[in-house]
């Protein structure tokens, strides 16, 4: 039986993943757990309460703006405290969980990691957003660099950044006309993440299963 563990699980997409994933779940998260991924104190006792090893791990944390602010318009709107905000969670929140993963991943586990598509540089052709795309180009980087050296000791490991689409969760409300379920979302990245060989660990991939560019 196939053993899983969902970072966010109290989250629309992270929630999702522990109703499609088969076998065992084990979901961590703020509310449930008091997992504080700003707090490397918390990430350290939260996860060194849980033993491995983990077939998947699904790691579904981020925010797109602190509460009361939203994403900047212009470099005018950047605000320093703002920014550091962000990249607490999405880009050093990210790697402190990725840390765990050479105690708690199987030898040919696999792990996928939310990012966006916002944070492609290649795919940027509007401009804005500044803190969230710098955050998630930033956590693609990590999730590259903690793929080559899960290789050395996890031969059959596959890390990849995965782009859910837009999903209707209260982290989009407000952008989007068009949006997927996190049911199908979740079901979609999940067929990504399976299917992909360890020769593509290091990779990023949308929910159909497309190339972003980083």
């Known amino acids: 039986m196939k053993r899983n563990l969902i970072i966010g699980a109290s989250g629309g997409i992270g929630r999702a993943f522990c109703d499609v994933v088969d076998g065992e779940v084990i979901g961590l998260s703020r509310r449930d757990n008091g997992l504080d991924v700003t707090d490397p104190a ?58 765990q993963m050479p105690r708690l991943l199987a030898p040919s586990g696999r792990v996928g990691v939310l990012s966006a598509r916002v944070g492609s540089i290649g795919d940027n052709g509007l401009g804005g957003w500044h803190s969230y795309r710098a955050s998630k180009a930033a956590v693609n980087q990590i999730i590259r660099g903690t793929a080559l050296e899960l290789k050395r000791t996890h031969k059959g490991s596959v890390v990849l950044a995965l782009h859910p689409g837009t999903v209707d969760t209260p982290f989009t409300a407000g952008y989007a006309a068009k949006k997927l379920t996190p049911t199908d979302s979740a079901t979609a990245l999940l067929s990504v993440l399976d299917g992909a060989g360890a020769d593509q660990s290091g990779s990023f991939y949308d929910f159909n299963g497309a190339t972003v560019p980083w």
């Not at 918390?42 to 981020?62: L, N």
């Not at 900047?72 to 402190?96: C, H, P, R, W, Y």
């Open 42 to 99: 918390s990430v350290d006792r939260v996860f060194g309460a849980i033993e491995g090893p983990f077939d998947r791990v699904i790691i579904a944390v981020g925010i797109l703006a602190p509460d009361g602010a939203a994403p900047e318009k212009s470099l005018s709107a950047i605000d320093a405290q703002t920014m550091a905000q962000v990249f607490a969670v999405n880009t050093i929140g990210v790697a402190l969980i990725l840390q």
